[in-house]
């Protein structure tokens, strides 16, 4: 009899995340694979990060996670996007070794002392009085625990697309998962259906550079982990072609060839990540589309055609790309497909992840309907620590929207119906002034730490960082800055100059002046030697500070609501005064506050106050 106070399905980013965390956290822990050679892969595009994204990867790290740091340890170029922008929409960027992230990663997962790997394919759900008891395997092997973690990823019930031709793949190359979608229908779930695809690889030695547009890496790099002293490595630039009116005659005289043209997809793809040919059908009006020619790796040649996403037939696909500039005589060494895949949709679980009907069952990942690695691994990390909590018979963690960006993915997954791959982006988040990439360490490192996976080490290194933010803010505040032909020769190159003596915050406020601009024209400051990420959020803090404040205040009203709490034996189907539709969709998700209520798509201002009156009502015949 195999025994585990947890286990995990799929070893995807999610997987890896929740392992390693309950292993982490002393729990004996199984991680279960289709395939343990796949462990981490980036089956997409080998890059962490961007907009919105670079927030989840900093919140990972600052809650104890590993995606930052096997980010840091294998990048092959580093980026910052938007970076003369506000900072709340910068975003770092990392194009990564594929393989080498993968090694990186097993080598981690190896050295847990409480993980088990093991390469099977978990097809039946364990299940008795609505509480899971662990998992059967395609060989009949029955494997114990009273927590199991599903991050299945694209695997469920997959098929990949290649034109009108398909496989039973989850990836290509991998086999699909069987089984584990029928016995989730038949202990009740709801299972639906999505889409996503992934473009072409090809040979590097068979592109024409010269008439691309070299993008490279930042010189002066961040790092996504706030540990100090990230490895610097060599960086390798990625490039820019376009298409042209050629590639889009071609994809409009092959639309019919298309499996998801012809109807035979059923699963909806995402919104926000199209294929090359519903670009070319959606935006008709776009005589052209930026693609990014972007490496795998350093020891390979095989290279990624970013933005070039389809499903049509690979005899079509290499017409496609030949009518790119420099691809002209490209040799293609994997096609494009579609994958479709069951998934799970999150209104059935709570905001801990774990499933409403089944306790000691938590979902993280695409099953829940997302699509990202960096949305996967924090649902998985997040995953993990509750299955401790839960095992410790402990309240489980639940991160508030206006904590963290994990907060606001987790929050709409659980409150709205999702019925296309859910991508995290920063038009999401309401405070996304608060949620910023820089301040990730701030507003969820004690949250960490408090759950273990924080050392003692690192949390006393955070403290000292966060007072000398704050040292450095009074002293900025404190501090004059005197008209001088030295000083005024140095703000003439920005722009600016003084000719009275001025507090260095309030210099630092007009928009051309940055904290390196006053390092240049201040001694004072010169001499504090700060590093970046420190004068980061000093600069920031001083700078945004009334807008900041004023997103504040939208939290304390926002936080009302929330403090409200919906009894759990509330019978929605009674309440009168609103909709049917609207009993229906209270009755699915079952807020627990009602902010949360607010949120569901559907309910209305006036179905808010008919619920504040139950409530009253309801507290009311209780004390009675």
């Known amino acids: 009899m195999f025994k585990y106070d947890v286990i995990v399905v799929g070893a995807g980013h999610a997987g890896c995340e929740a392992a390693v965390a309950c292993s982490k956290l002393g729990a004996k822990t199984l991680l279960a694979s289709l395939n343990l050679d796949n462990i981490a892969l980036m089956p997409c595009n080998p890059a962490i990060g961007g907009p919105a994204k670079s927030c989840l990867v900093r919140e990972i790290d600052a809650l104890g996670g590993i995606m930052a740091i096997a980010t840091d340890a294998t990048y092959m170029q580093l980026k910052t996007l938007n970076s003369s922008k506000g900072p709340a929409v910068r975003a770092l960027r990392a194009q990564s070794d594929k393989k080498e992230y993968m090694r990186f990663v097993r080598n981690l997962l190896e050295k847990e002392e409480n993980l088990s790997l093991k390469q099977c394919t978990m097809s039946e759900l364990l299940v008795e009085n609505n509480e899971v008891k662990g998992l059967k395997d395609e060989f009949g092997q029955e494997y114990f625990a009273p927590v199991v973690i599903l991050t299945t990823g694209t695997s469920l019930e997959a098929r990949i697309w290649v034109g009108l031709q398909y496989l039973e793949f989850g990836r290509l190359g991998e086999a699909s998962a069987k089984g584990l979608s029928p016995s989730l229908k038949k202990l009740g779930f709801n299972i639906g259906r999505l889409k996503t695809g992934t473009p072409a690889r090809v040979d590097a030695r068979t592109i024409d550079f010269d008439k691309m547009i070299v993008q490279p890496g930042d010189e002066n790099p961040s790092f996504f982990s706030f540990l100090p002293d990230r490895p610097i490595r060599k960086q390798y630039p990625c490039y820019l072609t376009r298409t042209t009116a050629q590639t889009h005659e071609i994809i409009k005289n092959n639309l019919d060839k298309s499996p998801m043209y012809s109807g035979l997809i059923h699963g909806i793809g995402p919104r926000y990540c199209p294929s090359i040919e519903d670009k070319i059908v959606r935006f008709a009006h776009n005589p052209s589309h930026h693609i990014f020619i972007e490496p795998e790796g350093i020891d390979t040649y095989e290279m990624y055609v970013q933005g070039f996403s389809t499903s049509l037939p690979a005899s079509v696909q290499i017409q496609m790309l030949r009518s790119l500039p420099g691809l002209e005589n490209v040799h293609v060494m994997k096609p494009a497909y579609a994958v479709e895949y069951d998934y799970m949709p999150a209104v059935q679980l709570t905001h801990s992840l774990m499933t409403k009907n089944v306790k000691g069952l938590f979902c993280a990942g695409q099953i829940n309907g997302t699509s990202g690695y960096e949305e996967a691994a924090a649902q998985g990390l997040l995953a993990g620590i509750n299955a401790i909590k839960y095992l410790q018979n402990k309240e489980m963690i639940t991160l508030s929207r206006e904590s963290s960006y994990l907060g606001t993915l987790v929050d709409d997954l659980v409150t709205k119906d999702i019925d296309e791959p859910y991508r995290m982006l920063t038009s999401r988040s309401e405070y996304r002034l608060l949620l910023r990439q820089d301040n990730a360490d701030e507003r969820l490192t004690k949250i960490g730490y408090d759950a273990g996976l924080i050392s003692q080490e690192r949390y006393v290194s955070y403290l000292k960082k966060q007072q000398t933010i704050e040292d450095e803010i009074l002293r900025l505040k404190e501090t004059k800055i005197s008209p001088s032909d030295k000083v005024n020769s140095v703000l003439s190159k920005y722009g600016e100059n003084i000719d009275r003596g001025l507090k260095l915050s309030e210099l630092i406020k007009r928009p051309n002046i940055t904290y390196e601009v006053l390092i240049e024209a201040d001694k004072s400051t010169k001499d504090m030697n700060l590093t970046r990420d420190v004068y ?89």
């Open 536 to 624: 980061e959020q000093v600069e920031v803090k001083i700078k945004y500070d009334g807008y900041i404040k004023r997103q504040i205040e939208q939290v304390n009203m926002s936080g009302k609501l929330e403090k409200i709490r919906i009894p759990d034996d509330i019978d929605y189907k009674t309440i009168q005064h609103i909709s049917i539709e609207t009993r229906d969709k209270l009755s699915k998700i079952r807020p627990t506050t009602l902010g949360q209520a607010s949120r569901i798509g559907g309910v209305k201002p006036a179905d808010i106050s008919v619920l504040m009156v139950m409530i009253e009502s309801h507290q009311l015949q209780k004390k009675n």
